[in-house]
């Protein structure tokens, strides 16, 4: 239909055009004024306590103590529980959150302007690597991490960027397509970058130097801090595409642990939700896939503009990590995520791959023509609270999601 084929040329065109600038990092009350006082935003569709996985439940407790809405874990989860916590999807909030996805008032977020659309979107600080809190940990050590980035790595990174005006993102992944990233599970370029475009204006701003160093050791030594950077510029980049009649571009695809949730931008804040998938990839030593948990997060978002398992081929090093097979079979997820797109995109190309554009724009209807599900690379977490992450994988996002928004889209446009 014509009216389809314009609303994607227009859904599509809007990414493309998109100029997300990290400019702050300040808390997250303040960056989102309905976050309030006993409320989680979480990753994922709409869930409540009692559907939660482990992880998420264990991720739930531990922020209810890091607010001081509890004592200790226990009297965090018996809260709620008994209702006595709000917990609304962090797309509600032009936010986005990985794995677990927990925010909260006090939390810092970096916060992504789409200098092109004047929308701004939201994502807290990458922990790092091992017993973190996206992952479901909520020991003294993660929650002893979580006050360090919120009364001075938060701060002080907020400080540098004002000063500096902001930093250009989109230049940055395309360099680091060039270096091997593919930006969900391999981000060792683009952190690197990017902490070489901040150290002067951390020098600059940050006068404590015990702090400074704190700050610049943290991130060189976290080869996942550009993820969250990444997550908050897809929000930005997509919110735009939200709400155009007839189109049929995935606009957000995420998941809790328990469903996974995409939205579509002809039907507007719909979700159209089904069982979240199981991983497959490989494990730390001591784990296996008996331990794992189903996919979560909301870090999908990078999927859908085109980067992530999208972007596989410029990325070989990951196939091997996430259990996808020799690096040579990199390429062909890219190709493949071809086949259900809308378009290559221009400024994001793969060298390796003979420049060839990032697949971008998931196109529902393509997907179940093709019946080519879109592929995403993911971190595995233990089932159990507490515990963490405990491999890499790759996942498929489920079918039904994308028949029920077919169907959708049919109806709202009349076709039988």
């Not at 695809?253 to 979700?271: A, E, K, L, P």
Request: glycine share 12%; with cysteine.
């Amino acid at each position: 239909m014509e009216t389809i084929r314009t609303a994607n040329d227009t859904a599509l065109s809007r990414i493309f055009a998109a100029e997300p600038v990290l400019v702050d990092v300040i808390p997250a009350s303040e960056a989102i004024p309905a976050l309030t006082e006993r409320m989680i935003l979480h990753a994922g569709p709409p869930i409540t306590w009692d559907r939660m996985c482990g992880p998420m439940q264990g991720a739930v407790a531990g922020i209810a103590v890091f607010e001081g809405w509890a004592p200790d874990l226990d009297a965090a989860a018996a809260m709620a529980a008994a209702g006595d916590i709000a917990f609304h999807p962090n797309h509600h909030f032009d936010a986005v959150g990985p794995m677990t996805g927990m925010t909260t008032m006090s939390q810092p977020v970096m916060v992504v302007e789409n200098r092109a659309f004047g929308n701004r979107a939201f994502c807290t600080v990458n922990e790092g690597l091992g017993k973190v809190m996206r992952f479901g940990g909520n020991d003294a050590e993660v929650l002893d991490r979580l006050r360090w980035l919120r009364d001075e790595f938060g701060p002080s990174l907020g400080a540098a960027l004002r000063a500096r005006g902001g930093i250009g993102l989109k230049a940055i992944v395309a360099r680091g397509l060039g270096m091997g990233d593919e930006m969900h599970q391999r981000n060792v370029a683009c952190s690197g970058l990017f902490l070489r475009e901040i150290a002067p204006d951390l020098a600059r701003t940050c006068e404590d130097r015990a702090a400074l160093a704190r700050a610049l050791a943290f991130i060189a030594a976290n080869d996942q801090f550009f993820l969250n950077v990444a997550m908050a510029m897809g929000k930005a980049m997509m919110d735009p595409t939200r709400g155009i009649e007839g189109a049929t571009l995935v606009t957000a695809m995420c998941r809790n642990g328990t469903d996974f949730g995409i939205r579509v931008s002809g039907t507007g804040d719909r979700w159209f939700t089904a069982p979240v998938e199981m991983p497959e990839g490989l494990y730390f030593p001591g784990y296996s896939a008996a331990d794992a948990n189903p996919d979560m997060g909301d870090s999908t978002i990078v999927e859908t503009i085109g980067l992530g398992g999208f972007a596989m081929a410029a990325a070989p090093a990951v196939a091997g990590f996430v259990g996808a097979g020799a690096p040579s079979a990199a390429a062909n997820f890219t190709r493949t995520m071809s086949e259900i797109t809308m378009g290559a995109n221009p400024e994001w190309t793969i060298p390796g791959a003979d420049y060839l554009g990032t697949p971008t724009g998931i196109d529902i209807r393509r997907v179940v023509d093709t019946g080519l599900a879109p592929v995403i690379n993911t971190g595995i977490a233990h089932r159990e609270p507490g515990i963490g992450q405990v491999g890499a994988g790759i996942v498929r996002a489920p079918m039904a999601c994308f028949t029920q928004a077919v169907r959708a889209i049919a109806e709202e446009l009349g076709v039988a």
